[in-house]
């Protein structure tokens, strides 16, 4: 019996003091079937239908108590295909932070910009048609930055309002020779913690969520195509090439919630290259960038399984020189059938114009999806 207790006693003491809280794994798949005709200039059009995997991720996170104020948090995301067409476990979010309950948490790590972050407040169709229907598609200040320092505030609650006010910080050092990567996953210019930095502050109630965020340097993509799918394209890849640079972007968001189940939703942004080394070639011949959003969503009171929504977003690119400028419009609506917290459901249909001086380019789009979140 001594034996026993004493052998209770130090598998006690050993699993309190040894072993870290279990990490809890996460993560989401979601798969659609997309109907994506292909309008060529010239060549005959075809019927196409793809199936797309829309951002499927895993990931692992935990923390561990230090004391009753500070905390050790982690977490580490891979993405995976889906559909089986690109290769798995591409990064995403991962960092290693301190969260003190009082102060906020810092993070070091691997991180989606704050203005980034902003987006998934009022983007309805995130990730949709192989994340190329959001606004990622053709909006600049959609990304991930490396070797990056993130300060997120605690809420600060105001009472007046019923509301908190958040600010998030991110600082990031380039430790290679200039941009380069992707959105996805972008590294800065320069070699000091800073020289790329963005930040946001929000505000968010029951009734208004409202925020500005700001970019300096950071690397984002201009002239997106968002989901075109011709194989002739009436506005070329080489006159008028995507873009990859740091750029400045201001950033400005809402989402009102006037009566149950509704939401309306709206973004301003305007963005500016800066000069740097491993911008794309011809990135300073851009002026701006000019975006907005306008999107709604409806849970039916009688039917709350049931959502419907919409929007329509557009970015203009100006140049310094004589080019014409490049516009982008989406419009998109949708069904959602939520199953449970877990599993829903959706179909939406949308369409897609580029247009260049005389030249235009069309995309619809139609689909089917389910998503899984775990």
Not at 18 to 41: C, H, M, Q, R, W
Not at 182 to 203: I, M, P, Y
């Amino acid at each position: 019996m001594k034996l026993n207790l004493l052998g209770f006693a130090m598998l006690s003491i050993f699993s309190s003091t040894t072993f870290a809280a279990a990490p809890t794994i996460y993560g989401e798949i979601d798969a659609s079937v997309d109907y994506l005709p292909e309008k060529n200039a010239t060549k005959a059009n075809k019927n196409v239908w793809e199936i797309s995997s829309n951002s499927s991720f895993i990931g692992v996170k935990g923390d561990e108590k230090l004391t009753d104020r500070l905390s050790a948090v982690y977490a580490i995301e891979w993405g995976f295909s889906a559909d089986g067409d690109s290769s798995d476990w591409s990064q995403r979010n991962r960092f290693v932070g301190l969260k003190d309950a009082q102060l906020g948490t810092v993070k070091i790590g691997v991180h989606d910009t704050p203005v980034k972050q902003l987006s998934s407040v009022v983007d309805t169709f995130n990730n949709y048609v192989a994340n190329k229907a959001d606004i990622g598609g053709i909006f600049a200040g959609e990304t991930r930055v490396s070797n990056a320092v993130v300060y997120e505030s605690p809420a600060v609650k105001v009472p007046a309002l019923n509301g908190a006010v958040k600010v998030n910080a991110l600082l990031a050092t380039g430790e290679a020779t200039g941009v380069s990567g992707t959105a996805g996953n972008a590294k800065v210019e320069g070699r000091g913690l800073g020289d790329a930095w963005s930040a946001s502050a929000s505000f968010e109630s029951p009734l208004l969520v409202a925020g500005i965020g700001y970019d300096s340097a950071i690397p984002s993509t201009f002239l997106g195509r968002g989901f075109l799918n011709a194989s002739d394209k009436a506005i070329s890849s080489t006159a008028a090439p995507a873009i990859f640079a740091a750029a400045n972007t201001i950033r400005a968001i809402g989402r009102v919630n006037p009566v149950n189940g509704l939401a309306l939703k709206a973004l301003f942004q305007s963005s500016e290259v800066e000069n740097v080394a491993g911008n794309t070639a011809s990135a300073d011949k851009i002026d701006d960038a000019k975006g907005w959003l306008l999107g709604a969503e409806y849970t039916i009171p009688q039917a709350k399984n049931w959502t419907v929504k919409g929007q329509y977003s557009q970015n203009t690119t100006s140049f310094k020189d004589t080019t014409a400028d490049f516009e982008a419009k989406q419009i998109i609506g949708g069904v959602d059938y939520a199953f449970n917290k877990q599993v829903k459901t959706y179909g939406y249909a949308g369409y897609l114009t580029l247009e260049q001086a005389s030249k235009k380019d069309k995309q619809p789009v139609a689909g089917l999806g389910l998503e899984f979140k775990f």
